[in-house]
């Protein structure tokens, strides 16, 4: 496994970051017990780097697994919230520690920032984490986000040292521009000493077809410092490290496809709708439905956002 200094944040990352997101309640929905092993075997193949958020719900999942590769090295985990106050972000934090099991959060992100606008937004929730950052709290703060305005707009603001940006081989999901807009901004947030890491590498599971050269894609960006990958099996972890290690000789991993399913029991108060960041839902005859299929990225974040659980990617 290589491993990469994750911009000024003085922390070493390896290039393969595991997606938390899969294992948890939003996609596979594997039990903390379960999950943990996934996340373990990838810990024990060398990958240090593990991406979550609040939303995700795989606190358990990642605090089991840390537990039982104590002692066998340091793990950076990054997390986010979507709070914007104060007090918000203030029970993120503890809800993160408590959670994880962590005293000290390595990466703290806002989670999906639209634009300079959607920041100062965001402030009182930012000045928090600066603060837990000067106590030793946390240990690097940043972002991530869909949208091109906002990693421009986290160019420019030196108190945010990590991108989480959405780029991928064909730029789905990418908001705001082009694949080529978002890896320029990528490239001067790089220069301006960001710590980079890649999301939805396959686009959410899209490219999962074309697994290989999605990920061939991206490897060869220096400035593109790790890149998450969902994984949800042993086998899956197994198969990403190879391929991260530089075996090109393995089969794929096993494509199963993903839907966004919308039950019955919709009541379309809309709220996914206004959750999606792709502007992928609308409200048709009084229930959610999808607006634009191609704009889906199967991130799962209309089901968190569902108050009768009735959306979800299967
Ligand atoms: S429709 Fe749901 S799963 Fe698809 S991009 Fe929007 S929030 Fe994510
Ligand atoms: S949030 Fe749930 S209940 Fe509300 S419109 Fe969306 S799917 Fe329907």
């Not at 305005?149 to 999901?173: C, D, F, H, R």
């Not at 969902?230 to 530089?246: L, P, R, W, Y």
Request: charge should be negative; charged fraction near 20%.
């Amino acid at each position: 496994m290589k491993y990469t200094e994750l911009g000024r944040t003085g922390l070493s990352v390896s290039r393969l970051c595991f997606g938390a997101l899969t294992i948890g309640p939003l996609q596979r929905g594997l039990a903390p017990e379960e999950g943990s092993k996934v996340l373990l075997r990838a810990l024990e193949l060398g990958v240090n780097f593990v991406d979550t958020a609040e939303m995700y719900e795989t606190y358990d999942h990642i605090r089991l697994a840390l537990q039982r590769f104590a002692g066998r090295g340091q793990v950076v985990v990054a997390t986010k919230s979507y709070a914007y106050t104060r007090a918000g972000m203030l029970e993120s934090l503890e809800r993160a520690q408590k959670g994880l099991g962590l005293e000290v959060i390595p990466i703290f992100l806002l989670h999906e920032q639209e634009s300079s606008h959607t920041l100062r937004g965001h402030w009182p929730a930012l000045e928090v984490l600066l603060e837990a950052k000067k106590a030793g709290i946390v240990q690097a703060v940043g972002i991530s986000t869909h949208h091109v305005q906002a990693v421009m707009a986290a160019t420019a603001i030196p108190e945010i040292e990590v991108v989480s940006p959405l780029i991928n081989k064909t730029g789905i999901g990418i908001q705001g521009g082009s694949r080529e807009d978002m890896l320029a901004a990528i490239v001067k947030a790089a220069e301006a000493g960001k710590g980079i890491y890649a999301m939805k590498p396959l686009g959410g599971g899209h490219l999962l077809g074309e697994w290989a050269e999605a990920l061939d894609y991206l490897l060869p960006m220096d400035h593109i410092h790790s890149i998450a990958v969902g994984m949800k099996s042993i086998a899956e972890v197994e198969s990403n490290v190879a391929f991260f290690q530089g075996r090109r000789d393995l089969p794929r991993p096993q494509v199963s496809s993903r839907q966004l399913h919308i039950d019955y029991w919709c009541t379309g108060c809309g709220s996914c709708v206004a959750a999606c960041p792709n502007g992928a839902l609308e409200l048709s005859d009084g229930r959610a439905a999808v607006a634009l299929h191609g704009e889906c990225v199967f991130c799962g974040y209309c089901g968190a956002s569902c108050p009768e659980f009735a959306i979800k990617v299967i």
